[in-house]
């Protein structure tokens, strides 16, 4: 059920007050703390990725199989921790995809309203065209087109 007017004003004021009360706690709230380690995991399995480059790469040169499986093995390990580090970096409320970001209140989520961060289309109604089969109404737009000069 969807947040009135009213209902989002009133989390609005609470929220500036918490930051007016206890600006700390806003600032964990907001997760700032997460981007920077998340930023620092990032930089250390990049280094680690090339770690595993250089590896994989003396194995593959003095021929040791088992060395370039490790390093291999060292690349894949970075690269999924890396990439887990900034896609949590770019969706501080990954837990809820249904949050949005609010700039003006420094960065605190918001349910919007309990919509799904997707939009529906709207299902196109078959007008004209209920109980027809498919073959029929490509027979139709045939005919249609040949009518109208389409070749």
Do not use: N, Y
């Not at 009135?4 to 989390?11: F, K, V, Y």
């Not at 480059?53 to 690269?79: D, E, H, K, N, R």
């Not at 737009?141 to 070749?151: A, N, Y």
Request: aromatic share 4%; glycine share 12%; proline share 5%.
């Amino acid at each position: 059920m969807p947040l009135s007017e009213e209902e989002l004003r009133l989390l609005e004021q609470m929220e500036r007050a918490l930051v007016e009360e206890d600006p700390k706690l806003a600032s964990t709230l907001r997760g700032t703390a997460f981007r920077r380690s998340a930023r620092r995991r990032a930089i250390i399995a990049g280094a680690c990725f090339v770690l595993g480059v250089v590896v994989l790469m003396t194995g593959a040169v003095a021929q040791i199989t088992p060395v370039g499986i490790v390093g291999f093995v060292i690349m894949l390990g970075s690269a999924t921790v890396a990439l887990t580090a900034i896609r949590g970096q770019h969706a501080p409320a990954a837990a809820d995809p249904r949050t949005i970001q609010h700039p003006s209140r420094g960065g605190f989520t918001v349910v919007d309203g309990g919509r799904s961060g997707r939009t529906r289309r709207p299902r196109r109604g078959r007008s004209g065209h209920s109980g027809h089969s498919f073959m029929q109404r490509m027979d139709e737009r045939w005919r249609r087109r040949r009518e109208d000069g389409g070749f």
